[in-house]
């Protein structure tokens, strides 16, 4: 079946701007989770859904960061004011439980000029 | 900030020999979970040790955990060039009930012909 899929798969956008970032989950994973991995490093939890709420949110960085997952499928990261320390990959991941092993998409480059 | 550090940075083998990584880690722990990264982008799942664990295999893989040194290896045996990624564990600390992985920054393998 189809995995995670994530959209778009690069976006390059100028300091100051919007952009939202789309996680497609594996069908009828309950949890899904985004991460941002920086060259170099390993991916950082950013964020936590359990269905349509977020259960833990407390590695978004500030508050430009903020991520929806409406009807408890499909998320969306959206930032704010862009700057250029925002630049790296943004991942998302979906698992059938709370424990286990998570399922990651390709991920988003995300450049900021 | 990451809680596991993978040990070595980078290693170099040739085709036919065994890879060892090693992971610490700084709190107690549900699990730990290894996972392979190509080319910067998505995470592929390798192997999840629980706590209660104190070594598990996987085809060429196999990897032990010791809760009270809070350490983990990871061996690939008899590797390929089709090895060569980066590898990377995760922790899923004893808190929060969910699966809020804490990445180390990882060991690139590359793997010679």
């Known amino acids: 079946g189809a995995g995670v899929s994530q959209t778009p798969s690069n976006k390059v956008t100028e300091k100051g701007k919007y952009v939202e970032l789309r996680c497609d989950p594996i069908?009828?994973?309950?949890?899904l989770y985004w991460y941002r991995q920086s060259l170099g490093q390993g991916p950082e939890f950013l964020i936590y859904?359990?269905?349509?709420?977020?259960?833990?949110d407390s590695g978004l960085p500030n508050d430009r960061f903020f991520a929806v997952r409406p009807e408890g499928s499909v998320s969306t990261l959206k930032i704010q004011r862009t700057e250029r320390g925002d630049s790296a990959v943004y991942l998302c991941?979906?698992?059938?439980?709370?424990?286990?092993?998570?399922?990651f998409g390709p991920g988003t480059r995300l450049t900021v000029l | 900030s990451q809680q596991g550090e993978e040990d070595p940075q980078a290693l170099s083998i040739q085709e036919g020999e065994n890879a060892t990584m090693n992971c610490s880690y700084k709190?107690?722990?549900?699990?730990l979970q290894w996972y392979r990264q190509n080319s910067g982008r998505g995470l592929v799942h390798l192997i999840l040790i629980r706590s209660n664990e104190r070594e598990k295999h996987s085809g060429r893989l196999r990897v032990t955990l010791d809760t009270s040194k809070k350490s983990s290896s990871l061996l690939i045996t008899a590797s390929r060039a089709a090895d060569t990624a980066s590898y990377f564990c995760?922790?899923?600390?004893?808190?929060?009930?969910?699966?809020?992985?804490?990445f180390g920054a990882g060991t690139r393998l590359a793997v010679h012909p």
């Open positions: 859904f359990q269905g349509t709420g977020a259960a833990d």
């Open positions: 069908s009828g994973h309950t949890a």
């Open positions: 709190t107690s722990i549900n699990n």
């Open positions: 995760a922790t899923d600390p004893f808190s929060g009930g969910y699966n809020k992985l804490i």
């Open positions: 991941a979906s698992s059938w439980e709370l424990e286990g092993e998570q399922f």
